[in-house]
């Protein structure tokens, strides 16, 4: 990606290795439709590295708090890890030193305090341990429940997996999550971060006005989320995404829609011919129905 801003912005000979975090940044902000463009492909590569088979034994558990204390403590040493490595791995250790030392910036303090909301710099810790939920520690953590094993030159590097670090060559923070809901609850959390307070205020105003006008569940809800849409700020990635047709998501399962009414109650589509309506659509059961007449004939 570094190779295709330096194209962008006239200087394709020189060397993209060479490129410090500033200027990397400038060249972010001043290229979004590059980024957006090549993001797919690098999440693309990610899954492939993550669903393949000399890969899936790092990242193919599911872990609860009851079998990461009887067993999985080894198994989070294994896979996240803080370390930073010795000079028997330079290549690695100049992956961490790069990408994983944490720095304080002005976007690291909340409400005009002095105190990191990352919770650096982190203690030491002689061995990985599990803080229970609800924990003074778990709290501490800002919600994390485990706290790698970490010496005192360690205390500034965030977590990492050696095998996304040097596929991604990206700082990372991996942790650990106890369940099903903790992932559901992470995520949803993440992608709501990034509203400003005054767009949430605005945006809980106009909804409370629609409440009191509108008495139509459907029309409620349809305006609702018309107006946060409407109040909500748009990055320049998404919009390039939105613009230039991009996948804003993907999956690797499919949904087909069944319609479980009655055979008469259902509706299908008409089939035109030269601007003429000739008849109708077959739908997902016709054709079902007409595999299985065509198997039986063979």
Known sequence: MRKAFLIADGRPYEDPSQINLDELQRLIESYPVVLSRHFPRCVDAFMKLIFSVEKSSIFGHELSFRTVEVQGLAYIDQVISCRLLSEEDPDLR???????????????????????????PRERCEQTRIAPPSS????????RFCTLKRTTNE??????NQEILKFLNA???????GSNV????YIAKYISKTEPANVNEGVAEAIRQIRRDETNIAKKLFKSCMQILKERQVSASECVYRLC??????????????????PEQRYQVLRFENNQAVGLCSNIFEICKSSKTTEAGL
């Open 171 to 177: 700082n990372m923070d991996i942790q650990p999550c």
């Open 182 to 185: 903790s992932i559901a609850h």
């Open 136 to 143: 003074d520690e778990f709290i501490s953590n800002g919600g």
């Open 245 to 262: 047709h991009l996948p804003l998501r993907s999956s690797s399962r499919k949904c087909v829609f069944l319609n479980s009414r009655k």
């Open 155 to 160: 205390k500034w590097v965030n977590n990492y």
């Open 94 to 120: 100049a992956l961490v030193k790069n990408n994983q030392i944490h720095r304080h910036t002005h976007t690291y303090h909340k409400s005009n305090t002095e105190t990191c909301r990352f919770a650096f």
